[in-house]
């Protein structure tokens, strides 16, 4: 008997220290894509403002009108779409396109169809986990109230929101998503409460600032 609880003891000491492992290094791990995807990020932005500068000037020159450059940036197969920061939590993580597990996994992820950013009538939604084994994105977005604010950053600039709008939903209660009428809203989207998927925590932004 003294054998198989020993066995019983070394066996879970073993998966103890696996699981412990597995879990440093799974943070590990995000957190050297989050900064591969914002280096990435940054470096696409440099370049896009230096090309587009060019065009302007051309632009000028020729009456030609102006236009806007986009960037294209990708690190493991992700898709960055702009970096999300939200002060009051002392956030600022990269958004990248797509919310399956493959993204949420190491950034936070916008849903394919939500909405585009800045644009009127649009609903662009970002979704990210709460649960500690990745990168805690959202770990604390339920203490967001109704007129804090957070940042977007995109390739056509950076654009500010203000909490308007705070929700705990069924996973079906998918018309969070949808656009308001004359309205440019973000939408961010975890689960609720904490180690648990039962409830979406829904925490909304009207856009109060364009870039210039």
Same mark, same amino acid.
């Given at each position: ?59 000028? +020159?020729?009456?030609?009108?102006? /236009?806007?450059? *986009? ?5 493991? =197969?992700?898709?960055?779409? $702009?970096? %999300? ?11 990248? +396109?797509?919310?399956?597990?493959? /993204?949420?996994? *190491? ?5 394919? =169809?939500?909405?585009?950013? $800045?644009? %009127? ?92």
């Amino acid at each position: 008997m003294s054998k198989f609880v020993a066995r019983c003891g070394t066996l879970l000491l073993v998966l103890g220290i696996v699981t412990i492992g597995y879990t440093l290094y799974s943070n590990w791990h995000t957190n050297q894509v989050q900064a591969s995807l914002k280096q990435t990020f940054a470096t696409g932005l440099d370049q896009s403002t230096e090309v587009e500068s060019k065009i302007q000037s051309v632009s000028s +020159e020729t009456g030609a009108k102006k /236009q806007k450059t *986009s960037i294209t940036t990708t690190v493991d =197969g992700l898709k960055v779409q $702009g970096i %999300l920061r939200i002060p009051k939590l002392d956030l600022q993580t990269a958004v990248v +396109e797509g919310a399956e597990p493959e /993204q949420l996994q *190491s950034a936070l992820g916008h849903i394919s =169809g939500g909405g585009e950013v $800045g644009k %009127l009538n649009s609903n662009y939604s970002i979704a990210g986990h709460r649960s500690s084994r990745y990168g805690q994105f959202f770990n604390r977005l339920h203490e967001l109230n109704k007129q804090d604010s957070f940042q977007l950053q995109t390739s056509t600039g950076k654009y500010a929101y203000q909490v308007y709008d705070i929700q705990i939903v069924e996973p079906d209660q998918v018309q969070v998503l949808q656009p308001e009428r004359g309205q440019s809203i973000v939408t961010l989207i975890t689960c609720y409460p904490d180690h648990s998927s039962q409830y979406r925590l829904i925490v909304k932004g009207k856009l109060i600032q364009q870039p210039v």
